[in-house]
Structure formats: C-alpha cells, structure tokens
C-alpha cells in the first residue's frame, strides 16, 4: 500500500511557479516547456509514491532537489538541439558534421551582409535590377581563366542544371569507370535521369578507351561527361580516358564536353606534399566546356555549387528555371566572396581557409598541439582508470576527397582497464559539446589535426565529466 500522507508533501504547480529559480528560468525560457518539466517531475514522484519507492526520508531528499532538477531539465530542452561539436575524428572534411569551418572574417561579412539591406540584386551604377550572380561570377572568371560561372545551391544541383539545360532529351555519353554514388544519395545515374538525360553507358567498371566513347557517337549526343571519381579509386589493371583525349572527340562532333569534378581544387596540391588533385584551372585548359564543383569541399567555402565554362552553356543555364528553385541565397554569396578572394593570393588561401589549413598542416605543430593537450589533461589530474599516450596515426581528407591520401598526423589515445571503451565515447559523444572521436582496436582516439587549440579546454572538462560519471554509475 502506498502511504497516503506522503502525496501531501508534494509542492503544488503553483507553489513551485513561486520558487525564485523558476521565476528566474520563465524570464528566459517559454512556461509552457517549464510547466511540462514541472508536471513530469511531479509525476515521476507521485509513480515513486504509488510504488512504494520512496519513504518520507527519501522523498524529502528528492525534494530538496527538485527545483534544481526543474531547472536543469528545462534549461536542456531550451537548449538548440542543432549545435557545434568537438571534430575528433581527423577528417577534415565530415560531411555528417558540417563539410568546412568558415574562419571570423567570413563570419562577420555573413553578418554583415544579413542584418543590412544589401545590393543583392540592384546594380549600384545604373540604380536598375541587378543580378545577384554579377559579383561572384567576375571573381570565379578572374581566379580560374573561365569565360563564364554560375553558383547553385550545391553541386548536385550543378550537375543537375548542366544536364538538364545541355542534355534534356538527348543522350550523355560517361564511362562505367564513373558511374558513382557520392554518400547521401547523389549518383550519377539518378542524377541524370532527374535531369531528362539519358544515359549512354560506355566502357568496363576498370577500363574504357577512347573508341568506346566514339562508337555511340551518333544524332542524339548531346555532351559527353567526365566524372571525377572522388570517393574511391579503380587499382590494377585498369584505364580511363582523361579529358585532354576527350577534348578532341568534342571538337571533331562538336558537343559539348561537361567534367563534375567533385571536390574543386583551386591550387595545386602536390606543391604541399599532398597527391595531386586535377585542379579546377587544368580541367579548363584541358578543353572541358563546362566544369562543376562544391562549395564546402577543398574550396573552403560555404555550401554551394560552382559551374563555370563556356558563356554559351553558362548562359543558357542562367535561363533555365531550373535555377532560380536552385539559387544560392545571400549568406553564401557573402561567405563565397570573402573565401574566393583568399585565392588571388595563394599563400593566404593556405593560411586563412580553415580546410587547407588543416589540410597542411605541419606534422611538427600537429605534434605541440597533442603535448600541450596531454600536459593540459595530466595537470588537472587525469582519473587513474584512464591511460593516455601520444601515437602516430593518419588523418583522412574526407568529403570524397584524395580518398587513397595518407595524412601522417598525430592522436591522443585513451585506453582503459576499468570502463568499456564504447561507454567512454558514448559519454563524450553525450557531452556538451558533444565531442566525437574515433574508436579503434579498443582504443579512442583525439585527432589534433582537426582539434582546435580553443577547444583544449572543453576536452579537460569532457574527461573529467566521464569519469566522474563512470565513477558514480
Ligand atoms: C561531392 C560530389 C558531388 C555532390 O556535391 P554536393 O556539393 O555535395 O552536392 C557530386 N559529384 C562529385 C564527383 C562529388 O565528389
């Protein structure tokens, strides 16, 4: 039997409203979440009651508490559950946490540019409508030689426009060798069907010659495309046609000749030691007449689609409606402008553009950078069940990315003989903010290239909150 008398200990709704902390937490948070948390705590000590789990002692104890548990519990549900986290994992560019960082300076041109009128779509010189595509487009030319350029949401909507206003109807011609799925869905043959183009499949899965793309040449080519194979690589017996080869089958036809470059590469990698990636100016001295590339890959930028080439195509794309359901909105022309502006000086790209300077980073700072966390962690006194060391490792360029690069770096790996590793990274992973991390042969492990000095402090407090926690369960 539960004990009647104990309900009359309960604070009423009304009673806790009162309470000088609630008072507080309604002045920022809306009542009716606060009036849901109160009534769940009720609730949930009316069930104890009911169930005989509590005794007086042991329900006024829970009271004492209960206020501060309103708090805590409302302050959490107010919180925004979209949010920054912790990138522990070494890959730069984590599609599923958010592709590129924009350093303070895009950031402050964003703001900028969104809490002002701005000139968006009006031409200061003639006070006429504008394009909202002028500015951005006089830049892309200026940096890549290209006599034209369009930016889209993304580059599968890039893709999508350059099928759909060359090839609506008409067949495209790609090799099997390139017939990819980028994750999230983007594949090529998708893609293509949703743009009204019909695909021409030539060639084998490893090897596609020449010839194969010039049998199926006939009066229904409409372009031939060239993939950039971003996310994997074909090993072994393998060959592919560049487009320096291509460019003289489209001359001979005259078609128009499309390259989805994937990642967009403005500067020559191999200079920094990195493989080399077909930079986005070698495609167009190649021959390609329309390229297309993302935003927030190795550009550095914000999400978008680039399209650049010939101003024939380019231009018979700014008429399609198709781009005005696809048009970037003004953030991203605000961080494109700043972040392409990096690029007329290609030292200050490397310094300034958060993806490449992550991308080059020197094994040397990646190194001081994993010390000064480690002194960090032992001068506060790191839990005995925790052991941390220094190890080489390699980080990964992600975003389908230089997939076969091998980025010496080095990790913060922390073992344990008292807690389950997966319990250990589910805690920090529930951390706020969540810090993400690799697990690896029972190992975790902190990537320092991807690891910013700012969040040092965050990681000491993430620590100590997991062993705090794994001590009391
Ligand atoms: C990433 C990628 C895409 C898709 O680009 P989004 O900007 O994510 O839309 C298309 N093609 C290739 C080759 C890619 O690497």
Same mark, same amino acid.
């Not at 927030?296 to 999400?303: E, I, R, S, T, Y």
């Given at each position: 039997m539960a004990n009647a008398n104990l309900y009359s200990l309960l604070p009423k709704v009304d009673e806790l409203l009162e309470d000088k902390s609630i008072q507080e937490l309604l002045d920022k948070i809306p009542r009716s979440l606060v009036l849901d948390v109160i009534r769940q705590e009720l609730d949930t000590l009316r069930a104890s009651i009911r169930e005989n789990k509590l005794d007086k002692e042991e329900l006024k104890g829970q009271l004492d508490g209960l206020v501060a548990r309103i708090s805590r519990r409302a302050n959490q549900e107010a919180s925004y559950k979209f949010k920054r986290v912790i990138?522990?994992?070494?890959?730069?560019?984590?599609t599923n946490l958010g592709r590129s960082l924009l350093n303070d300076k895009i950031l402050d041109n964003i703001k900028e540019i969104a809490s002002n009128y701005s000139n968006l779509e009006y031409d200061l010189q003639s006070a006429k409508r504008g394009s909202r595509y002028s500015i951005i487009e006089s830049l892309i030319c200026e940096i890549t030689g290209a006599e034209a350029a369009l930016v889209v949401n993304n580059n599968a909507a890039a893709v999508l426009l350059a099928l759909s206003t060359l090839a609506k109807g008409r067949e495209v011609i790609v090799s099997r060798g390139e017939l990819i799925e980028i994750g999230g869905s983007f594949r090529i043959p998708e893609v293509m069907e949703e743009s009204g183009a019909i695909l021409r499949e030539v060639g084998t899965t490893n090897k596609t010659h020449l010839r194969d793309y010039e049998n199926v040449i006939g009066e229904e080519t409409a372009a031939l495309l060239k993939v950039?194979?971003?996310?994997y690589r074909i090993l072994g017996f393998t060959s592919s046609v560049s487009i320096k080869e291509l460019v003289d089958l489209k001359t001979k036809y005259q078609i128009p000749l499309i390259e989805?470059? +994937? %990642?967009?590469?403005?500067?020559?990698?191999a200079k920094y030691g990195l493989n080399h990636e077909p930079t986005v100016q070698e495609s167009l001295a190649n021959g390609a007449d329309v390229v297309t590339f993302s935003g927030?890959?190795?550009?550095?930028?914000?999400?978008a689609g680039i399209i650049l080439g010939k101003k024939e195509h380019i231009s018979l794309m700014k008429q399609n409606p198709l781009t005005r359901a696809i048009r970037v909105d003004k953030f991203t022309l605000a961080a494109l402008e700043v972040t392409l502006r990096y690029y007329l000086d290609e030292e200050r790209a490397l310094r300034e553009i958060p993806t490449l300077r992550m991308l080059t980073m020197p094994i040397a700072e990646i190194e001081a950078k994993a010390k000064n966390l480690l002194d960090l962690i032992e001068g506060q006194g790191l839990d005995k069940a925790f052991t941390l060391e220094i190890q080489d490792d390699f980080s990964e360029v992600g975003? +389908? %990315?230089?997939?076969l690069e091998e980025l010496a770096t080095k990790c913060l790996v922390l073992s344990s003989d008292k807690y389950k590793i997966e319990s250990i990274e589910g805690l920090l992973r529930g951390f706020n903010p969540p810090i993400i991390t690799r697990i690896y042969r029972d190992r975790i492990y902190f990537d320092?290239?991807?690891?910013?000095?700012?969040e040092f402090k965050t990681i000491v407090e993430g620590l100590t909150h997991v062993a705090n926690t794994l001590r009391e369960s």
């Open positions: 990138n522990a994992t070494g890959v730069i560019i984590h950039h194979t971003s996310n989805d470059l +994937g %990642s967009g590469v403005l500067v020559d990698l927030d890959k190795l550009l550095g930028g914000p999400q975003g +389908g %990315s230089l997939p320092l290239r991807t690891i910013k000095e700012g």
